[in-house]
């Protein structure tokens, strides 16, 4: 069993659709272990993605990111990091498979409905910025 983190992001919840991708998670075997809607600062954004603080996209990431509330949930179950991504589909809603979330509900690269882990090890680092151990069942 796996934990990963699953950000469903403002353009995902302004639209409407945050029942439709919890859907997707639940469907395809991944347990809603902990979730939550949070209005972000632009210190837990920045936090958040310091990984990519030098990238040319950082300051329209973080932009983007309080530009309204998210929905943050842990996910959990086989595999649920890769399964994450699989459902995912690519971070380019124009590159992504057909059927994949970013497929049916992105706009554009900024905008592109959800953030998931991309290792195990990130997605335990991710987890324990939004979540305490007793929140997660
Ligand atoms: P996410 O999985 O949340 O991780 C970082 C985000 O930066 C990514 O999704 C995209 O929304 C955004 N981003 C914008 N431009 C790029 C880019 N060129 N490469 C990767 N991510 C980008």
């Known amino acids: 069993m796996e934990q990963t983190l699953s950000i469903i ?9 945050i029942g439709k ?12 272990a902990a979730m939550k809607k949070v209005q972000l600062s632009r210190q837990d954004a ?15 990431l973080v932009d983007f ?5 998210v929905v943050v949930t842990v996910l ?7 399964k994450n991504r699989d ?19 992105a706009e554009n690269i900024d905008a592109n409905a ?5 290792s195990l ?3 335990r680092n991710e987890i324990a910025f939004f979540f305490s151990g007793r929140e997660i069942s």
Not at 46 to 54: C, D, L, P, Q
Not at 65 to 69: A, E, L, Q
Not at 88 to 95: F, H, Q, S, V, W
Not at 114 to 118: A, E, N, Q, W
């Open 65 to 69: 990111m309080v530009s309204g509330p």
């Open 21 to 32: 991708i919890l859907d997707r998670f639940e469907s395809n075997g991944l347990k809603i």
């Open 114 to 118: 959800v953030h998931g882990s991309d």
């Open 87 to 105: 459902l995912m589909g690519a971070t380019n809603p124009k590159e992504a498979a057909p059927g994949t979330i970013r497929a049916d509900f």
């Open 76 to 82: 959990e179950g086989e595999n649920a990091v890769l």
């Open 46 to 60: 920045e936090a958040f993605y310091a990984v990519h603080a030098a990238r040319p996209f950082f300051n329209d």
């Open 121 to 123: 090890e990130n997605a």
């Open 9 to 17: 992001k403002p353009d995902a919840v302004a639209k409407g659709v």
